[in-house]
C-alpha cells in the first residue's frame, strides 16, 4: 500500500518560512518523480514545484523563494519555502508519478495534505 505522508504545515507571518516533508512508503522512490502541490478555496490545485530525472521545476509565482530536493535513502521529498506571502496560503500536497508533467492527472499517488498559513 502506497502512502505518501506530508507534515511542516503551520501559522507563519509573510516574510517567513516553513519546510514541508513528504516521507513515501510502499513505491520504488528512486524512480518517482514528485510533484509539491497546492490548493487554495476556491482555486485549482496547481503544481508549485517537481523534481524528477531531468530536473526540478518551479511555477513561477515561487521561483527564487521555494526549493524542492529529494532525499532517496529516506524516501522523503521537501520543500523549502522562504518569504512566504500571503497568497502562499493554502493546503500544500506531494503527489508521486511515473510519468512526466505538471497537470495533477499525471500523478498517481497523492499525500493527505499540509495547511500552510500566511499571515500579513
Known amino acids: 500500500q502506497v502512502q505518501l505522508v506530508e507534515s511542516g504545515g503551520g501559522l507563519v507571518q509573510a516574510g517567513g518560512s516553513l519546510r514541508l516533508s513528504c516521507v513515501a512508503s510502499?513505491?520504488?522512490?528512486?524512480?518517482?518523480?514528485m510533484g509539491w502541490f497546492r490548493q487554495a478555496p476556491g482555486k485549482e490545485r496547481e503544481r508549485v514545484a517537481g523534481?524528477?530525472?531531468?530536473?526540478?521545476h518551479y511555477t513561477d509565482s515561487v521561483k527564487g523563494r521555494f526549493t524542492i530536493s529529494r532525499d532517496n535513502a529516506k524516501n522523503t521529498v521537501y520543500l523549502q519555502m522562504n518569504i512566504l506571502k500571503p497568497e502562499d496560503t493554502a493546503v500544500y500536497y506531494c503527489?508521486?508519478?511515473?510519468?512526466?508533467?505538471?497537470?495533477?492527472?499525471?500523478?498517481?499517488?497523492w499525500g493527505q495534505g499540509t495547511q500552510v498559513t500566511v499571515s500579513s
Open positions: 523534481t524528477s530525472r531531468i530536473g526540478t
Open positions: 510502499g513505491l520504488a522512490f528512486s524512480d518517482y518523480a
Open positions: 503527489a508521486a508519478t511515473l510519468d512526466l508533467g505538471i497537470m495533477p492527472s499525471k500523478y498517481r499517488y
